[in-house]
């Protein structure tokens, strides 16, 4: 089995930033993608940004030039740089682990993102 476990979150100011990480540990088969998604109560979640093992990304529209999305494939980790944040932003983040076209896939338990003055 595979754990995430995301950290990073908190609360910030709209305009700030924050940098998220994501830590997976276990038996982790390559290749694979890692995903951040997000959701507020009373929505679906949300794909933020993904990023395959091979390097190739993927952002949601409300998000491009303000999100980066890196990883570390030897330490199995990977990040969200947010900047620019937005009230709107504000959701429970998660990371996400898949290969095999998503035949398999891991979830974290999720972190807190809270944009307000």
């Known amino acids: 089995q595979v754990q995430l476990a995301e950290s990073g979150g908190g609360l910030v100011q709209p305009g700030g930033s924050l940098r998220l990480s994501c830590a997976a540990s276990?038996?982790?088969?390559?290749?694979?993608?890692m995903e951040w998604f997000r959701q507020v109560s009373g929505k679906q979640r949300e794909l933020v940004a993904t990023?395959?093992?091979?390097?190739?990304?993927n952002y949601a529209d409300s998000v491009k030039g303000r999100f980066t999305i890196s990883r570390d494939n030897a330490k199995s980790t990977v990040y969200l740089q947010m900047n620019s944040l937005k009230p709107e932003d504000t959701a429970v983040y998660y990371c996400?682990?898949?290969?095999?076209?998503?035949?398999?896939?891991?979830w974290g338990k999720g972190t807190l993102v809270t944009v307000s003055s």
């Open positions: 996400s682990l898949n290969w095999r076209a998503r035949t398999v896939v891991y």
């Open positions: 276990g038996s982790i088969l390559s290749p694979n993608t």
């Open positions: 990023m395959s093992s091979y390097g190739s990304t």
